[in-house]
């Protein structure tokens, strides 16, 4: 946990969370981090709340904002943004281009037969405007199984593409789980592990996704968020 530097999947109360940005930020800051990335859902998910380009470019504006405020943590601004089942992405290209973190994911549409997940998933993977592929297999302990999908072609192709696969750490999820993550960390594929936190009582769930990691025999240096922020930051550009 030590290594850790911050959190790139965290949920506020723009979209389905409970707790505001500043909230998220105070109580990171307060776990020791150096950086989070507020990364709420697109409109499309169909969640209550999700936000279009408008209210995203909003939300922007109010963490940058809060960034000439806060003292010892940056906020960084992102999306979940939903890949829709045909594999396109629920927000315009000019929009993602915007912002610091594109984390993209499925929320729908589960039950495509494996060639069709893989292709839609894949496509997303080649896409140069998203950084993360969050909660990869969709799979919820005890509720639902892992989606039908080529993980080892989405690894291989993530590896190639430099794009970044995360270890969810919430609970629920902990998608990748050690298996997973142990294979694309041979595959040399960039992890990330994020709380996809929706209530600042959640971000403590990292040690869940940690221990995940330290499973698959992680050690910091396969896991990016334990890079200081200007490292970071300066991979992420890399890969756009
Ligand atoms: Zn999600
Ligand atoms: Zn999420």
Redo the contacts with the bound molecule.
């Keep these: 946990m030590g290594d850790i530097r911050g959190d790139l ?1 965290i ?1 506020t109360n723009w979209s389905d969370g409970h707790s505001s940005i500043e909230e998220m930020a105070v109580g990171a800051k307060t776990l020791g981090y150096e950086y989070i990335a507020i ?1 709420d ?1 697109s409109a499309g998910r169909g969640i209550a709340h999700g936000l279009d380009s408008e209210r995203l470019r909003r939300q922007v504006a109010e963490i940058g904002a809060l960034n000439e405020r806060l003292e010892g943590i940056r906020v960084l601004s992102g999306v ?1 943004v939903d890949i829709r089942a045909d594999g396109s992405l629920d927000l315009p290209r000019e929009m993602l281009c915007e912002l610091d973190v594109v ?1 993209a ?1 499925v929320h729908s549409s589960m039950n495509q037969t494996e060639e069709k997940m893989t292709r839609r998933v894949l496509g997303v993977v080649e896409d140069p405007d998203v950084d993360i592929i ?2 990869p297999t969709c799979r919820l302990l005890g509720e639902r199984e892992p989606v039908a999908m080529d993980l080892e072609a989405i690894a291989k192709a993530a590896a190639r593409k430099g794009r970044i696969l995360e270890l969810n750490a919430f609970p629920s999820r902990l998608d990748l789980n050690d298996v997973h993550a142990s294979r694309a960390r041979d595959l040399g594929v960039k992890l990330v592990i994020g709380t ?1 936190a ?1 209530d600042v009582a959640h971000l403590p769930f990292m040690k869940f996704g940690v221990g995940v990691a330290r499973r698959a025999w992680c050690e910091a240096q396969h896991i990016l968020n334990t890079l200081p922020l200007e490292e970071l930051l300066a991979v992420l550009e890399g890969n756009r």
């Design positions: 999947h949920h990364t859902h979940e984390v994911a969050a909660h996809d929706h």
